[in-house]
C-alpha cells in the first residue's frame, strides 16, 4: 500500500503552482444584485466582476435573520439563476439594434422621400404592398443591424402615426410581473399612460391569478412568505412541485419536516416534491378537487356533526360566510338556493343606507340580526361599522349567532352536480317576514352540509355512508381521483385533527399544477373549503400558499403612480389580457359555445358564447376593452367637441347617446374590422409572442401574419356568435410594428419587426420583490451596459424624448382622451349592480360608471410627454392602494431637496433620469418602506373600520429604507394596511392575520370569507357552494384532427420546468447541457412502448391548434395518459421540420388555446369587480389533448 | 497514533432538492475553460440512475479503487502501482463518450440568418470538433428526474430487483450530490507514475500537480468515483480542488456556499493515519464502522496533544471540536461514505434519505407506526438500495441513521403541538434529547457559519512581508508546458 500518500505533503513539484487556482478565483469587485425573472426568487445574488467582465455569481448569505425559531433564508438562489452570467457575452446576447432588412429598405426609402417621419411611416403602412413586405417575412430571418437613432425615430414616428390615425388605444405594450424588476416593468408603461397606450396585464392571462380568491376573499392573492411552512404543522402540496419551481424557497418546508409537520404531496407524476412527502397521493391530474371535496365531507361530517370541535366552529362563525342567511327559491316548483338575504328586505332595516349590500344572520333565538362589516358598510356615508364584529349594526347589542337553524323545520332543496343525479335533501330553513312577503331562509353552512352530503338524520338523497357512491362521499372520489377511500380518510382525520390540535396550522401549497384548468377556481374552492373549516386562514403556519407568478410588488402604491404614470394622469388604459388575446388574436372564431361544456340553467340571460360574454361584459361596464370603440377616441372627443359638447358631462352624454343608438360601437363587436386592430405593440421583459402566447399557433396566423403558422382548426363559431360581427375571411397581420426590447434572441424576438438591445440584470439597477419572502431587494449594475444595450428605462425615455419631438406638428396642443374603465373593486363601483341589467337590451337605462363603463376623459400633452416622463408628477403626494389611502406632501417636499430636480413650464419636479433616485422615490412614498406613512395609512384604515389599528405601525414609525440601504444588505418591509400581513417582531408574513386578529373586514359581501357566492350567474351554473367538476372532455374541444389516427392521444401538461424560468434560461448552455439538448416531452414507459418511440427519439405532437417537433423522455414516473412539456421552452434551438407540415415544429403554446370561463366575466357585484391582474378571466390551457406520433418512421 | 486534520463536507440527501445549483457554481468558477468543458467537478445524480460517466459505480467494467487481495491492499485495475508495462494502455478508462460530447449552440444564426423560408433555428455544434450534431445523444445529467427509466436507471448496479423500475406503484427517485472525495487512501495518488498527485497536510485536500502532471491518465482509471478528469486542451489531469483559495481564507466550498437546499455540512475531522491500512482490510460490511472508528475525539486530550505535537494549530483543533462533521459523522453516526468498499476511504459523508409511502387506489394505505409519519418499513425505497450506495452492504448502518431521522420527526411533531414528547421514542433510535435537539438544529436554522466551520490557513510561515511587498504578489507563474 502507497501508505506515503497518505502522508502527503507536498508532492515533488512543491505547491508554488496552486497560485493558478488562486488566481483563477481572484476577483476585482463584488455587486449584489439579482434576476429580473417571472420566478418569485427575489433572490439576492453577490455578482463578481474580474477584468471588467463578469466572472460568476454566488448567492448573497448576508439576509437579516427573521427569528431564532425560522431558518434564515441564505443561500437563496437556483440552477437557472447561477447561469445567468453566461448569458452576457453570449452569441445569444443582442448587441445591437436590429430590424428585419425589407423593413429598413422600405424606411430608408420612406425618409428618402418624406422630410417628416410620421408621414413617411404613413407611406409604408398605408401601402398595402410596402406594408406586407416586411410582415409576411415575420419570424422568417432577413434581419439587419441598425443604428439607435434610425431605430427609435421609426419607433416614435410610428407611435405618432397611429395614435394620431388610429388612436393611442391601439398602441401595447406587453411586459409581465412589475415585482421583480418593477423600475423597468414601469419604464415601458409610464411612457404608454402619458401616451393614452394600452397595459396589458399577465397574472391573469398566465393563468397565475387564482380567481378563487377574488372569490373567496375578494383579494387578488396574498400568501405567506415561503419561511412561515416552517410554522406548518401539515403541509398539503397540490399542484406545487416546490424544489422544481421555488428552489430557493423548498428548504423552508424540508425544515418544517424536522420540526415534526406532515408533509403530503398530491402529483400525478412522482415528482421532485414527493421525494419529500411522507404520503404521495397520486391523484388523477386536474381532478384534486374531488379529492379535497370528499375531505370536506369528512371533515363536516367527524368534526362538525358527530362532534363539535368549538374552535372550529368559533372561527366559522366569526370569519366565514357560514352563518349568513340564505334564502331558499323555488324555481318550476323546485327549491333551490338564492340569494343572500338582505337588510334591506327586512322591516326592521328597510332604510339603511347600501342596505342591498348588507348582509343577516340569525341569532340562537331565531332573531334576524345585522351584524356588522358587509360591504355596503365600507360605501355608507357613516364610517366606523365596516369590522369583524358580531354585532348588530342597528342596536350595537352582541349577536350570538347561529350557524345552523337545524331544529326549527327543514325543506327538500335539490342539489345538481354535474355528472351525477340531482339530489334532493332535506335543509333546515325557517320562513320569515320580509318587506316582500314571506321567505325561506337557511344559513350557508346548513346549505353546505347539504351539498357535501351530511345529512344529520335529514331526509332525502343523502348517501347513507362513506361507502355510498354519492357527492361527495369519499367512495365517490375514489373513481375520479384513483386514491383509494380508506387514504382519503386517514388523510382526512389527520388534517381535521392537526387542524384542532395546532389551532390552525395546516397548509395548502400549490400552484400552476391545479390553477391552469378550466374549473381551477372550483378546484380552489374545495381545498379552501378545507382550510376555512379548520380555522387555518389568518394564521402563521396556515392557509393557501399559492405561489405562481411574482405578483408583490411591496411598494405598491407609489410603484402604481410611477409605473401607470398616475403622479400626471388618472385613470390608466388597463386590459385584461386574456380577453383581448382570445379576441384580438381571433381564438374566438375557432371557439364553440360553451354550453357544450359549461352549461347553465335555464333563466339567467346568459350568452352561450365567451365571446359574446365577452362583448356583454364589456358593455356593462365589468371588464375593459382596447380599442374602446370603433373609431379613435381622440377623434370621438372632436367630434364631440364640434357637436357642442364643451364639459366632461355633455361629452359623456354625447357618447352614451351615440353608443345607445349604434351610431358608436364599442370595438370588441367588431373585431375583425381593421379600424379595431391593435395596431403596434411594445414588448418588453417578456416573451410575448412564445411563452406568453397562448395559442402561439393564433398569434402568428391573425396577429402577426407570419407564414409559418400550423392552425388546422375549423372556424366553428360562424354560426353561433350572435355579438360579434363576422367575416367570412380572418384577418392576417393585424399589427403593424412589433418592437421587442431584449438581451437574448428568444422566439419573440425572431417573430418582431425590430429587436432592441437591453442592459441584462447586471448591467441596471432596480427595486425586485415578490410574496415569497419580506426583503426588499436591489438589482444593480456590475459592469455597464455591453455593447450598445441600454436599460428599459432609458429606450423608452429615449422613444419618449423623439415622440415629444415629433409630435409638434401633430399635437401642438393638450388634448381630451376618453377611457372607458370598468366598475372597480375598491371604489364604490363594485356595489354598483345588484342586479345583472343590459342598457342594450332595454333593460335599464346606460349610465356611465353604474350600468356601463365609467367614462373618463383625460388631457393629454404629447409636446410634454418626455418631461412628464422624467418628472415626478403633482399627484404623487396623495396615494393610496386597496382602499387605503394617505398623504405625503412633506415627503414630496423633502425629496424635492434631497433628490436631483428638472424644471419645466415654470415648476420644479424630482428628475427621474437616474433609475436609482426612481427607487428611492419608490421607497420614499410606500407605506411599507416609510414607517411614517404606515402609520397615516393605518389612520386612514382606522376610520373606516373603526377599530384601533395605528399601533401596529409605531414600532417601525421611523424607520425608512433607501436604495443605498438596499444595496448593502437586503431589507425587510415593515407592516403597512396596504397588506394583510404582519411581520413585526420577526414574524413571517401571513396573508389575513390581520383581518383575524385586528377585525379587518375582507373586501367582500359579507366582509368574511365566502364559501357561498350568490350572485344568479354562480347559482345558474351550479357553482355557488363549493363542487366539483372535472377536466373538460376532449370530445368538446374541438383539438383533435381527424384523420390523424397514427399516434397516441394523450392529456397534454405543462407544468413548470426545472431547466428554465418560463422561457428564460431554457436556451442557457449550462441547462441544454444538464438537460437533454432543447425541447423535451416527457412520456410514460408504456404509452411510449405503444407508439414504439424510445427515450431521446423524436416525436411530433400534433392538435389543431399547431404542431411541436421534440424528442422524447421515456420514464415509469409519468402517468399514463399525460405527456409533460415542461413550460416553456423556445423554438430556436435545434427544432427539426414537422413530418406533418414540412415546417420547423412550435413550443408549448402551438398546442394550446385558451377558453375563457364566462363565470369570471362578471362585474360590479362586491368581489366580482374588475381590478387589473385582479379579476377576470383566466387563460386556461390545460384541459388540452394532442396526438404524440414518431416524428420518423 | 498519528493524527491527522482533514476537512469533510457532509451531504444531508434527505434535505437534497436535486437542483444542481452546487454544479454550477464550481462550473462558472473553475471548469469553464477550453479542455475542460465536460468536467463537471461537482455534479448531482439521480438515483437510481446511472450517473457521470455512465455507469461509474461498475468497477467490474471500470476497474477503480483499491481491493484487499488476501490480506494486502492493492489498486484493482493496476495491482501494486503503474508499471512500465501499461504505461501507454489505459483499458478501463471512461471515453468521452461515457462522459458526453460537450456542445455548443450556434445562437448567431438567430440574428444572422439571412431571410428564408421558415424560421432560422440554432444546430448544435460539437465543441471538441467544431462540427454541426443532428442531435444530443448524452449529456452530465443524462437521466436527470429520470428514476423509472428501462433504458438507463435499471443498469443501476445497486438495485437488486430491477422491475421496481418499471412500476409506478414502486419507482423512488432521490439525489446524489458527488465530488472528489479527498479519500485517505487516494487511488488516483496511488497510481501516478510521475508523483503529480498529493494530498495536502494541512487540510487533507487532493491535488493534481499542474506542473508535474504528464496527462498518463492512470488516475483517471485508478479513482473509483471518476473524479479525475483529462484536460484535453492541457494536457493534464484535473479535478475537484475543494475550492482551496477559499476554503483557505475560511469561506466554504462554492458548491456548498450555493447549496440552497441547505445540505452540505463542512467542518474538520481528526483521524489516526497510522489505523488507515488495516482499518481498509475489513470486510465491506465493516468497513463503515472502521472508518468512523478512525476518527478521533477532538476533546479527548490526548488527541489534542497528539495533534499538536503533528503542527495541527489550535485553530484547527477548536473547528475540529465545534465540526457539524464530527457531530454527524462521528457523533451521531448518521453520515456514511460512498461506496466505502471502494476501498479509498472517502471523506465525503451521506445522511440517507427517507422517502414517501404511496397511497394507491385500492391499496390501504399503511398507517404509520408512529402516529401520521410512517416507519422505517413503509419507505419507498429498497433499504438494500441505500445499503450498497452508503453502508458497504451493511443494512444496519443506514437504518441507524434512518431511524434517528424519523424519531427526531416524531418527537419534534410532539414539541411543535404542544404535546408531550416521549423521550423513549428517542431512546429506540439511539439519541437522547441532547442530541436530538443538536440534530434538529443542525437540520433547521443552523445558519451559514454554523453549517460550515473552516478555519482558516495560516500562510505567514511563508515569508509574508516579502510576499506582500514584492511584485509576485498575486502574479501568475506560468508553468512548464502552459496551463
Known amino acids: ?1193 | 497514533m498519528n493524527v491527522r486534520s482533514q476537512l469533510v463536507m457532509v451531504f444531508n440527501l434527505d434535505k437534497c432538492i436535486g437542483c444542481h445549483t452546487c454544479s454550477i457554481a464550481c462550473k462558472n468558477i473553475w471548469t469553464d475553460r477550453q479542455g475542460a468543458e465536460y468536467m463537471w467537478w461537482n455534479n448531482v445524480e439521480t438515483k437510481p440512475g446511472i450517473g457521470y460517466p455512465k455507469n461509474w459505480e461498475d468497477q467490474e467494467h471500470y476497474k477503480g479503487g483499491w481491493i484487499n487481495d488476501g490480506g494486502e491492499l492493492r489498486l484493482k485495475g493496476l495491482g501494486k502501482g503503474p508499471t512500465l508495462l501499461n504505461m501507454f494502455f489505459q483499458p478501463n478508462m471512461p471515453a468521452i463518450t461515457d462522459y458526453y460530447e460537450p456542445f455548443d449552440v450556434d445562437y448567431a444564426n438567430l440574428h444572422g440568418a439571412p431571410k428564408g423560408d421558415d424560421q432560422p433555428t440554432a444546430d448544435i455544434v460539437s465543441q471538441i470538433s467544431g462540427q454541426k450534431m443532428e442531435e444530443v445523444t448524452s449529456g452530465p445529467n443524462w437521466d436527470d428526474d429520470l428514476s423509472g427509466s428501462g433504458q438507463h436507471a435499471a443498469n443501476d448496479p445497486n438495485l437488486a430487483d430491477a422491475s421496481i423500475i418499471e412500476d409506478y406503484g414502486r419507482i423512488f427517485m432521490q439525489y446524489l450530490p458527488r465530488l472528489c472525495n479527498h479519500c485517505l487512501n487516494p487511488a488516483c495518488a496511488a497510481s501516478c507514475p510521475s508523483r503529480a498527485i498529493y494530498k495536502r497536510g494541512e487540510d487533507g485536500v487532493v491535488l493534481v500537480d499542474q506542473n508535474i502532471c504528464k496527462g498518463w491518465r492512470f488516475c483517471t482509471s485508478a479513482c473509483p468515483y471518476k473524479k479525475v478528469y483529462y484536460n484535453w486542451t492541457t494536457g493534464k489531469a484535473e479535478k475537484c480542488i475543494f475550492c482551496f483559495p477559499r476554503t483557505e481564507t475560511g469561506q466554504c466550498n462554492a458548491c456548498s456556499h450555493s447549496c440552497v437546499g441547505r445540505i452540505r455540512y463542512l467542518g474538520v475531522l481528526l483521524y489516526d493515519a497510522d489505523g488507515v491500512e488495516q482499518a481498509l482490510k475489513q470486510p465491506d460490511d465493516k468497513l463503515v464502522e472502521a472508518q468512523r472508528a478512525l476518527i478521533l475525539d477532538p476533546h479527548d486530550p490526548a488527541v489534542q496533544q497528539a495533534a499538536r505535537k503533528n503542527n495541527i494549530p489550535d485553530h484547527w483543533l477548536d473547528a475540529a471540536c465545534n465540526s457539524p462533521a464530527y457531530t454527524l459523522v462521528k457523533e451521531q453516526g448518521m453520515a456514511l461514505p460512498l461506496h466505502a468498499e471502494f476501498r479509498t476511504m472517502p471523506m465525503a459523508y451521506y445522511i440517507p434519505s427517507l422517502s414517501p409511502v404511496i397511497a394507491k387506489h385500492g391499496d390501504l394505505h399503511e398507517v404509520a407506526k408512529h402516529g401520521l409519519i410512517p416507519a422505517l418499513e413503509q419507505l419507498r425505497v429498497p433499504l438494500d438500495y441505500l445499503a450498497s450506495l452508503l453502508g458497504g452492504g451493511n443494512q444496519q448502518v443506514v437504518t441507524q441513521s434512518l431511524a434517528k431521522l424519523i424519531a427526531l420527526r416524531v418527537w419534534m411533531r410532539a414539541k411543535n403541538l404542544g404535546e408531550t414528547a416521549d423521550p423513549a421514542l428517542l431512546a429506540e433510535a439511539g439519541l437522547d434529547e441532547t442530541s436530538a435537539t443538536k440534530l434538529y438544529r443542525l437540520f433547521t436554522v443552523a445558519n451559514y457559519r454554523e453549517r460550515s466551520i473552516i478555519p482558516g490557513q495560516q500562510r505567514e510561515m511563508k515569508e509574508p512581508y516579502l510576499r506582500k511587498g514584492g511584485r509576485g504578489f498575486g502574479i501568475l507563474k506560468t508553468p512548464r508546458g502552459g496551463l
Request: with cysteine.
Open chain 1, 1 to 1193: 500500500m502507497a501508505d506515503n500518500r497518505i502522508k502527503d505533503e507536498s508532492c515533488c513539484g512543491g505547491r508554488d503552482w496552486e497560485e493558478f487556482y488562486r488566481n483563477r478565483w481572484q476577483y476585482d469587485k463584488v455587486v449584489r444584485s439579482t434576476h429580473g425573472v417571472n420566478c418569485t426568487g427575489g433572490c439576492s445574488w453577490m455578482v463578481h466582476v474580474k477584468d471588467g467582465i463578469v466572472g460568476w455569481e454566488l448567492q448573497a448569505n448576508d439576509y437579516p435573520q427573521l427569528s431564532g425559531d425560522i431558518p434564515n433564508h441564505e443561500p437563496r438562489g437556483c440552477p437557472r439563476g447561477i447561469s445567468y452570467s453566461w448569458y452576457l457575452y453570449s452569441p445569444l446576447r443582442v448587441k445591437y439594434p436590429y430590424l428585419r432588412g425589407a423593413l429598413l429598405d422600405r424606411w430608408q426609402e420612406a425618409r428618402a422621400q418624406h422630410d417628416d417621419p410620421v408621414t413617411a411611416w404613413a407611406s409604408i403602412v398605408e401601402n398595402p404592398d410596402r406594408r406586407a413586405s416586411y410582415t409576411s417575412q415575420r419570424g422568417m430571418g432577413g434581419f439587419r443591424r441598425a443604428d439607435w437613432e434610425t431605430v427609435v425615430e421609426l419607433i416614435a414616428a410610428s407611435t405618432v402615426y397611429t395614435a394620431k390615425k388610429h388612436g393611442p388605444d391601439r398602441i401595447i405594450g406587453f411586459t409581465p410581473i412589475p415585482a421583480m424588476s418593477m423600475i423597468s416593468y414601469a419604464a415601458g408603461t409610464r411612457f404608454l399612460q402619458l401616451l393614452g397606450g394600452v397595459c396589458m396585464s399577465f397574472y391573469d392571462w398566465y393563468c397565475d391569478l387564482p380567481p378563487a380568491s377574488p372569490q373567496v376573499w375578494g383579494e387578488q392573492t396574498d400568501v405567506c412568505e415561503s419561511a412561515d411552512w416552517y410554522n406548518a404543522s401539515y403541509i398539503v402540496l397540490c399542484g406545487a412541485n416546490l424544489p422544481q419551481t421555488r428552489t430557493p424557497d423548498s428548504h423552508f418546508m424540508t425544515e418544517a419536516r424536522y420540526r415534526g409537520a406532515k408533509v403530503v404531496v398530491m402529483s400525478p407524476d412522482l415528482n421532485i416534491a414527493s421525494k419529500f412527502a411522507d404520503t404521495w397521493l397520486p391523484v388523477e391530474q386536474g381532478h384534486d378537487g374531488a379529492f379535497w371535496m370528499a375531505l370536506n365531507h369528512v371533515l363536516l361530517k367527524e368534526f362538525y356533526v358527530d362532534r363539535q370541535v368549538p374552535f372550529f366552529e368559533e372561527y366559522a362563525r366569526t370569519y366565514t360566510d357560514l352563518p349568513f342567511l340564505v334564502k331558499l327559491e323555488q324555481r318550476d316548483g323546485i327549491w333551490q338556493a338564492g340569494e343572500h338575504l338582505r337588510a334591506s328586505e327586512l322591516e326592521r332595516s328597510a332604510g339603511m343606507e347600501q342596505g342591498e349590500w348588507i348582509l343577516c344572520v340569525s341569532d340562537a333565538s331565531g332573531k334576524i340580526r345585522i351584524p356588522k362589516g358587509s360591504l355596503g358598510m365600507r360605501w355608507d356615508s357613516k364610517p366606523g361599522n365596516w369590522n369583524l364584529d358580531m354585532t348588530d349594526v342597528l342596536d350595537n347589542q352582541p349577536i350570538d349567532c347561529a350557524l345552523s337553524l337545524l331544529g326549527d323545520r327543514a325543506t327538500t332543496v335539490c342539489f345538481r352536480y354535474e355528472g351525477e343525479q340531482d339530489a334532493l335533501r332535506e335543509v333546515p330553513c325557517r320562513s320569515i317576514q320580509t318587506v316582500n312577503g314571506e321567505v325561506l331562509v337557511t344559513t350557508v353552512f346548513d346549505l353546505l352540509l347539504a351539498q357535501f352530503g351530511v345529512s344529520r338524520d335529514l331526509g332525502g338523497d343523502y348517501p347513507s355512508s362513506y361507502d355510498d357512491d354519492k357527492p361527495f362521499t369519499p367512495a365517490w372520489q375514489e373513481k375520479h381521483t384513483g386514491v383509494g377511500r380508506e387514504t382519503l380518510l386517514q388523510i382526512a382525520r389527520e388534517w381535521g385533527e392537526n387542524g384542532e390540535k395546532s389551532n390552525g396550522r395546516n397548509m395548502v401549497i400549490t400552484g400552476a399544477g391545479v390553477n391552469h384548468w378550466y374549473h381551477n377556481d372550483l378546484i380552489y374552492r374545495s381545498f379552501i373549503t378545507a382550510l376555512l373549516l379548520t380555522g387555518s386562514v389568518g394564521r402563521n403556519g396556515g392557509g393557501m400558499a399559492h405561489y405562481v407568478g411574482q405578483e408583490k410588488v411591496v411598494p405598491l402604491a407609489p410603484w402604481t403612480a410611477v409605473a401607470m404614470a398616475q403622479d400626471w394622469v388618472k385613470p390608466s388604459r388597463l386590459q385584461n389580457t386574456p380577453s383581448f388575446w382570445y379576441i384580438h388574436s381571433d381564438q374566438w372564431r375557432y371557439d364553440r359555445n360553451f354550453t357544450d361544456y359549461f352549461k347553465p340553467e335555464t333563466g339567467e340571460n346568459i350568452p352561450a358564447h365567451a365571446a359574446d360574454v365577452n362583448a356583454k361584459a364589456v358593455r356593462l361596464g365589468w371588464l375593459p376593452f382596447a380599442p374602446h370603440f370603433n373609431d379613435s377616441p381622440l377623434r370621438l372627443m372632436q367630434q364631440a367637441h364640434e357637436a357642442g359638447a364643451t364639459d366632461d358631462a355633455a361629452i359623456r352624454a354625447w357618447l352614451v347617446k351615440r353608443l345607445q343608438s349604434g351610431e358608436t360601437r364599442f370595438a370588441i363587436e367588431d373585431p375583425d374590422a381593421p379600424e379595431n386592430f391593435p395596431r403596434l405593440w411594445f414588448i418588453w421583459r417578456s416573451n410575448a409572442i412564445s411563452a406568453s402566447a397562448k395559442g402561439h399557433e393564433y398569434f402568428l396566423k391573425h396577429v402577426l401574419g407570419a407564414p409559418n403558422s400550423t392552425v388546422t382548426a375549423s372556424e366553428v363559431a360562424k354560426d353561433q356568435v350572435t355579438e360579434l360581427v363576422w367575416h367570412d375571411k380572418a384577418p392576417e397581420g393585424k399589427m403593424d410594428l412589433i418592437v421587442d426590447l431584449n438581451f437574448r434572441m428568444d422566439t419573440s424576438t425572431v417573430y418582431s419587426d425590430i429587436i432592441l438591445p437591453a442592459a441584462t440584470w447586471y448591467e441596471k439597477s432596480d427595486v425586485n420583490t415578490t410574496d415569497m419572502h419580506s426583503f426588499v431587494n436591489c438589482m444593480d449594475a456590475a459592469v455597464p451596459p455591453s455593447w450598445e444595450s441600454k436599460a428599459d428605462w432609458k429606450i423608452f425615455s429615449m422613444i419618449a424624448k423623439k415622440v415629444s419631438e415629433l409630435s409638434a406638428p401633430h399635437f401642438p396642443e393638450p388634448f381630451k382622451d376618453i377611457i372607458a374603465a370598468p366598475l372597480l373593486h375598491d371604489t364604490p363601483g363594485e356595489i354598483a349592480q345588484r342586479r345583472v341589467k343590459d342598457w342594450k337590451q332595454g333593460e335599464c337605462e346606460p349610465i356611465p360608471g353604474k350600468t356601463m363603463p365609467n367614462l373618463a376623459i383625460v388631457e393629454r400633452d404629447y409636446v410634454n410627454l418626455y418631461n412628464r416622463f422624467m418628472s415626478l408628477g403633482p399627484n404623487i403626494a396623495h396615494l393610496g392602494a386597496h382602499g387605503v389611502n394617505w398623504d405625503a406632501d412633506d415627503v414630496h417636499a423633502d425629496l424635492l431637496n434631497r433628490l436631483p430636480t428638472r424644471s419645466w413650464g415654470g415648476k420644479t419636479y424630482i428628475d427621474l433620469e437616474d433609475e436609482r433616485n426612481v427607487a428611492d422615490t419608490l421607497l420614499a412614498f410606500a407605506p411599507e418602506t416609510n414607517g411614517e406613512l404606515a402609520v397615516r395609512a393605518y389612520q386612514n384604515m382606522e376610520a373606516r373600520i373603526g377599530k384601533p389599528l395605528a399601533h401596529l405601525a409605531e414600532g417601525s414609525r421611523n424607520v425608512r429604507i433607501s436604495w443605498d440601504d438596499i444595496t448593502r444588505q437586503p431589507r425587510r418591509f415593515h407592516n403597512s394596511p396596504v397588506w394583510s400581513g404582519l411581520v413585526d417582531g420577526g414574524r413571517p408574513y401571513s396573508p389575513y392575520v390581520l383581518n383575524v386578529e385586528h377585525g379587518v373586514p375582507w373586501r367582500t359581501l359579507s366582509g368574511r370569507q365566502s364559501l357561498y357566492l350568490d350572485h344568479p350567474w354562480y347559482t345558474s351554473f351550479n357553482e355557488g357552494l363549493p363542487t366539483f367538476k372535472g377536466k373538460l372532455p376532449a370530445a368538446v374541444l374541438d383539438e383533435l384532427q381527424e384523420g390523424v389516427q397514427d399516434g397516441l392521444v394523450l392529456n397534454f401538461l405543462t407544468p413548470h420546468g426545472k431547466w428554465g424560468i418560463h422561457s428564460t434560461y431554457t436556451d442557457n448552455l449550462r441547462m441544454l447541457t444538464l438537460s437533454r439538448g432543447g425541447q423535451v416531452v416527457w412520456l410514460n414507459h408504456e404509452d411510449a412502448a405503444q407508439a414504439g418511440i424510445e427515450d431521446n427519439e423524436g416525436v411530433e405532437l400534433i392538435n389543431n391548434n399547431g404542431v411541436v417537433v421534440c424528442k422524447a423522455i421515456v420514464s415509469s414516473r409519468i402517468p399514463k395518459g399525460s405527456v409533460f412539456m415542461y413550460h416553456a421552452p423556445e423554438r430556436t434551438i435545434n427544432i427539426k421540420k414537422s413530418r406533418k407540415t414540412g415546417k420547423k415544429g412550435g413550443v408549448h403554446n402551438s398546442l394550446a388555446r385558451i377558453r375563457l370561463k364566462p363565470t369570471l366575466m362578471l362585474g360590479g357585484y362586491a368581489q366580482f369587480s374588475y381590478y387589473f391582474n385582479y379579476w377576470g378571466p383566466t387563460g386556461v390551457n390545460r384541459d388540452c389533448y394532442v396526438v404524440v406520433r414518431k416524428l420518423r418512421g
